[in-house]
């Protein structure tokens, strides 16, 4: 076996293998620089059977002083912090963010969120690895 980078060659293969595996999401974009690791794994003969593809995401923070200005200042502040940040992470290139919410706040401002486009998705199960 040889774990190799990722060549325009490999394209049609993993087209293949990403049809094969019948999951509910297109095809990624791998000439889109947000893609930072594209490995091809080969099988003993020089055949493509596997591919693990890295792209950049987004984790959000939000830090708040909670208690200056009326619920209203603060979420006239927070729509205006959304839009200004929005604007620059599409600047930047970036696709999307995400947050995960803390427990104790997470249905109250989910909801903020959502009245701001935020999607709750919890059709696919998140796992992390800690790198560092």
Known sequence: MLVREYTDTDLDTLLAMHCAQGFDYPFPDLRDPIFV???VLEDNAGKPVMAALA??????????????????????????????GANDLRARGLDDAHAWLPPRIAQRFGRRLQQLGWIRDDAWTLYCKRLR
């Open 55 to 84: 792209r950049l995401t987004c984790e959000m923070y939000l830090l708040a002083a909670p208690k200056e200005g009326t619920p209203r200042e603060r979420y006239t502040r927070l729509l205006e912090l959304h839009r200004a």
């Open 37 to 39: 690791s594209k490995l």
